[in-house]
């Protein structure tokens, strides 16, 4: 456990001790790994919850990597299937309803620039003036989870929504400096408030958009799709280079 959390970093490495310290993983903490029977195993996935069984399966798999199993510990197709609750996006009615209900401007804001971006959460957090390009209206950023750099299009709906923002540093400066559980909770209680989800509200994404347009340039992606194809250019530099948008309205 310890070893695979120096190949972690930032959130990911919070969310791999946060994982670890399940009381789950307790079953097999201490067992030396040639002793680990499948059994074993199987009972700590019983004993924990969904997470359990992801973290486990990349224990394993980090193992084999490592060679210090000679052979899998417990065969791919006895893993027991991994059953998520529940998830779906909020529709564009209710992000109306939740932008319009909400009395902060900056929030309001930073709801409406992750529906239009369609990034993660604390990318679109950290975003700063400098990360936009108006000539070639795109918004330039790196995901924090992989380093991977970004250009999207924006057109004239989010356009108004930017000019609005500050115009040099920060573009959320309350947001960026709060934990992204804090951001998910904060749009939780939103959802609530408008009966929104139901049950289900916490496990709405604050990852609001939907595909757009985008600039199609080497090493660079939409987030949350495939890896670029080149490395090593800078979103800003990739920016510049950028053809006019074409103020293409939602899909």
């Known amino acids: 456990?310890?070893?695979?959390?120096?190949?972690?970093?930032?959130?990911?490495?919070?969310?791999?001790?946060?994982?670890?310290?399940?009381?789950?993983?307790?079953?097999?903490?201490?067992?030396?790994i040639p002793e680990t029977q499948p059994a074993h195993l199987l009972k700590a996935?019983?004993?924990?919850?969904?997470?359990?069984?992801?973290?486990?399966?990349?224990?394993?798999?980090?193992?084999?990597?490592?060679?210090?199993?000679?052979?899998?510990?417990?065969?791919?197709?006895?893993?027991?299937?991994?059953?998520?609750?529940?998830?779906?996006?909020?529709?564009?009615e209710e992000h109306s309803a939740i932008v319009a209900a909400e009395n902060n401007p900056e929030r309001r804001a930073y709801y409406e620039c992750c529906w239009h971006l369609g990034a993660a959460q604390s990318d679109i957090a950290n975003l700063t003036a400098e990360d936009i390009d108006w000539q070639s209206r795109v918004v330039s950023l790196c995901r924090q989870k992989t380093g991977t750099p970004c250009i999207i299009r924006f057109g004239a709906e989010l356009e108004a929504i930017l000019r609005a923002?500050?115009?040099?540093?920060?573009?959320?400066?309350?947001?960026?400096?709060?934990?992204?559980?804090?951001?998910?909770?904060?749009?939780?209680?939103?959802?609530?408030?408008?009966?929104?989800?139901?049950?289900h509200a916490a496990q709405l994404p604050l990852r609001l958009g939907r595909a757009r347009e985008e600039v199609r340039l080497p090493g660079t992606v939409r987030p949350g799709s495939a890896r670029p194809q080149q490395q090593g250019r800078s979103p800003r530099r990739c920016a510049q280079g950028a053809g006019p948008d074409s103020g293409a309205g939602r899909l």
């Open 1 to 32: 456990m310890d070893e695979m959390a120096k190949t972690k970093a930032g959130v990911t490495l919070t969310r791999h001790h946060r994982a670890m310290g399940q009381k789950a993983f307790h079953l097999i903490r201490h067992l030396p």
């Open 45 to 92: 996935i019983e004993a924990g919850s969904v997470s359990t069984n992801i973290f486990l399966r990349r224990l394993h798999n980090f193992a084999l990597d490592m060679a210090w199993l000679p052979w899998p510990v417990l065969a791919k197709k006895r893993w027991p299937q991994i059953r998520f609750k529940e998830k779906r996006a909020v529709t564009w």
């Open 165 to 199: 923002l500050p115009q040099t540093g920060p573009l959320f400066p309350n947001h960026r400096t709060k934990r992204e559980t804090h951001r998910a909770r904060e749009f939780a209680r939103a959802c609530n408030r408008l009966s929104i989800g139901g049950d």
